[in-house]
């Protein structure tokens, strides 16, 4: 806490030897910070005070958390309900704090700067009827000039974003993104891209913004991004896309009809242009694959476009998060017989797979033993491939640790029928010496 300040007090001059007011035994001054410049919560010297309607002076930053985050609506000192939770900034004492520290500053003490005036639930409501009439009126320049203005107040500062938020400026902005959508995109295309930019920096989305978003024209006009070479429209897009399909599974439906939707999905797993944008493609694609409202027809194109390879690879080296996604995409993949086929195929699956049990995560492990599990368990060619290669690599081992470490209880039921279908092989298939795991070895 910022209660008080000490300097050290030369002895020199005509007062030496004498004691001074204020003056402690050893040479030092101590300053003591005035009752009425501490925040009442904190105690430590105010940097933007601001009152509440109480009467009573906080810290910004302290009275905010008090109210937003704790999730009071009392005073901290009288325990009143507050009449408003828009603190106002109090100049006068702001005023007196800084010309207080710039008197004392010899005792290190440095003024602290003007605060920048946050955003107030009155502008966010002024400049959301000024973007529904820019809308009405299709003033692209003067909406795209409105976001913009969001945009600005939205990275000043996280008091903003939440101020924004909570006044309805995303329902504004996914509507508008649809009004104009609707009509010519090459004309629309700045503010279509400053909306959408704009609303990436609001996530995570929800209510009636989400609707607006999820409509045919909005989401044709991503995907019509997704496909254009500018690398921000393209990530900006999938971010948002993976917000829609992720809220609601009938929203996938609506993408798949949009021609040419797969394809640059693909090409930002292939050719990725940031780690977000690749891994909110790889939630979209995993949304196409397994919703329970989707056919074969989006795994076959996927498969045919070489995404399992592609994951294969990806996954010999991906960081955790990635690793995640990656899985669950082949997972959904391989619950398919087209997918599976495509991945016997591949030398790779038993080795990466097996590979990341117990080594990135419980998620990971839960993928990758669901996905082992479907390839041995739908195992349809006579020579049971599948299992030769399973064991080859230690599978058995690693799922018998798994199962002694513990797991989730679905997991547990796909390792204990794995080691039921790979055990009566592994005396002719097996490559590892069973002294390597000798603890770890159970009747079975």
Same mark, same amino acid.
Request: charge should be neutral.
């Given at each position: 806490?910022?209660?008080?300040?000490?300097?050290?007090?030369?002895?020199?001059?005509?007062?030496?030897?004498?004691?001074?007011?204020?003056?402690?035994?050893?040479?030092?001054?101590?300053?003591?910070?005035?009752?009425?410049?501490?925040?009442?919560?904190?105690?430590?010297?105010?940097?933007?005070?601001?009152?509440?309607?109480?009467?009573?002076?906080?810290?910004?930053?302290?009275?905010?958390?008090?109210?937003?985050?704790?999730?009071?609506?009392?005073?901290?000192?009288?325990?009143?309900?507050?009449?408003?939770?828009?603190?106002?900034?109090?100049?006068?004492?702001?005023?007196?704090?800084?010309?207080?520290?710039?008197?004392?500053?010899?005792?290190?003490?440095?003024?602290?700067?003007?605060?920048?005036?946050?955003?107030?639930?009155?502008?966010?409501?002024?400049?959301?009827?000024?973007?529904?009439?820019?809308?009405?009126?299709?003033?692209?320049?003067?909406?795209?000039?409105?976001?913009?203005?969001?945009?600005?107040?939205?990275?000043?500062?996280?008091?903003?974003?939440?101020?924004?938020?909570?006044?309805?400026?995303?329902?504004?902005?996914?509507?508008?993104?649809?009004?104009?959508?609707?009509?010519?995109?090459?004309?629309? @295309?700045? *503010? %279509?891209? &400053? !909306?959408?930019?704009?609303?990436?920096? =609001? /996530?995570? $989305?929800?209510? +009636?913004?989400?609707?607006?978003?999820?409509?045919?024209?909005?989401?044709?006009?991503?995907?019509?991004?997704?496909?254009?070479?500018?690398?921000?429209?393209?990530?900006?897009?999938?971010?948002?896309?993976?917000?829609?399909?992720?809220?609601?599974?009938?929203? @996938?439906? *609506? %993408?798949? &009809? !949009?021609?040419?939707?797969?394809?640059? =999905? /693909?090409? $930002?797993?292939? +050719?990725?242009?940031?780690?977000?944008?690749?891994?909110?493609?790889?939630?979209?694609?995993?949304?196409?694959?397994?919703?329970?409202?989707?056919?074969?027809?989006?795994?076959?194109?996927?498969?045919?476009?070489?995404?399992?390879?592609?994951?294969?690879?990806?996954?010999?080296?991906?960081?955790?998060?990635?690793?995640?996604?990656?899985?669950?995409?082949?997972?959904?993949?391989?619950?398919?017989?087209?997918?599976?086929?495509?991945?016997?195929?591949?030398?790779?699956?038993?080795?990466?797979?097996?590979?990341?049990?117990?080594?990135?995560?419980?998620?990971?492990?839960?993928?990758?033993?669901?996905?082992?599990?479907?390839?041995?368990?739908?195992?349809?060619?006579?020579?049971?491939?599948?299992?030769?290669?399973?064991?080859?690599?230690?599978?058995?081992?690693?799922?018998?640790?798994?199962?002694?470490?513990?797991?989730?209880?679905?997991?547990?039921?796909?390792?204990?029928?794995?080691?039921?279908?790979?055990?009566?092989?592994?005396?002719?298939?097996?490559?590892?010496?069973?002294?390597?795991?000798?603890?770890?070895?159970?009747?079975?």
């Amino acid at each position: 806490m910022v209660l008080s300040w000490k300097r050290l007090r030369g002895g020199r001059g005509r007062h030496a030897g004498k004691k001074q007011p204020g003056v402690e035994s050893g040479g030092e001054m101590e300053l003591t910070t005035p009752n009425h410049f501490r925040c009442p919560i904190s105690l430590d010297l105010m940097k933007d005070p601001v009152t509440l309607s109480t009467g009573i002076t906080y810290d910004r930053e302290n009275i905010e958390k008090w109210i937003h985050e704790d999730g009071n609506i009392t005073c901290p000192v009288t325990n009143r309900v507050l009449t408003s939770f828009e603190p106002i900034p109090n100049h006068t004492i702001r005023r007196m704090i800084q010309d207080w520290c710039v008197e004392n500053r010899s005792y290190g003490i440095e003024r602290i700067p003007t605060p920048r005036i946050p955003v107030s639930s009155v502008e966010v409501f002024e400049i959301n009827c000024n973007i529904m009439t820019a809308c009405k009126s299709e003033d692209q320049a003067g909406c795209r000039d409105l976001v913009a203005k969001i945009k600005k107040w939205t990275k000043e500062s996280d008091r903003n974003k939440r101020c924004i938020v909570d006044n309805g400026a995303v329902s504004v902005l996914a509507e508008a993104f649809e009004t104009f959508s609707k009509t010519c995109l090459d004309e629309n @295309v700045s *503010v %279509l891209e &400053e !909306i959408l930019s704009t609303l990436t920096l =609001l /996530f995570p $989305l929800a209510g +009636e913004g989400l609707t607006y978003l999820g409509s045919a024209s909005s989401m044709r006009c991503m995907v019509w991004f997704l496909k254009s070479g500018d690398l921000s429209r393209r990530r900006n897009a999938v971010l948002v896309l993976k917000e829609i399909v992720s809220s609601d599974h009938r929203k @996938v439906n *609506v %993408l798949l &009809e !949009i021609e040419g939707a797969i394809e640059p =999905l /693909f090409k $930002l797993i292939k +050719e990725p242009i940031c780690p977000t944008a690749t891994k909110a493609s790889l939630v979209v694609v995993y949304r196409t694959i397994t919703s329970a409202s989707a056919t074969e027809k989006p795994i076959q194109k996927f498969v045919d476009m070489g995404l399992v390879s592609l994951l294969l690879e990806m996954l010999v080296d991906a960081q955790r998060s990635l690793c995640e996604k990656a899985l669950s995409v082949l997972d959904g993949l391989c619950s398919s017989d087209y997918g599976r086929g495509d991945a016997y195929n591949n030398s790779l699956i038993f080795p990466v797979i097996v590979k990341k049990i117990l080594r990135v995560s419980d998620l990971a492990t839960e993928f990758s033993v669901s996905i082992l599990w479907k390839l041995c368990k739908n195992e349809e060619r006579e020579e049971k491939t599948a299992f030769a290669e399973a064991l080859q690599v230690g599978a058995f081992q690693k799922l018998l640790l798994l199962l002694q470490v513990g797991c989730a209880d679905k997991t547990k039921e796909h390792v204990s029928e794995l080691l039921k279908l790979l055990n009566p092989h592994r005396a002719r298939l097996e490559c590892i010496d069973s002294m390597d795991f000798k603890d770890l070895k159970r009747p079975f």
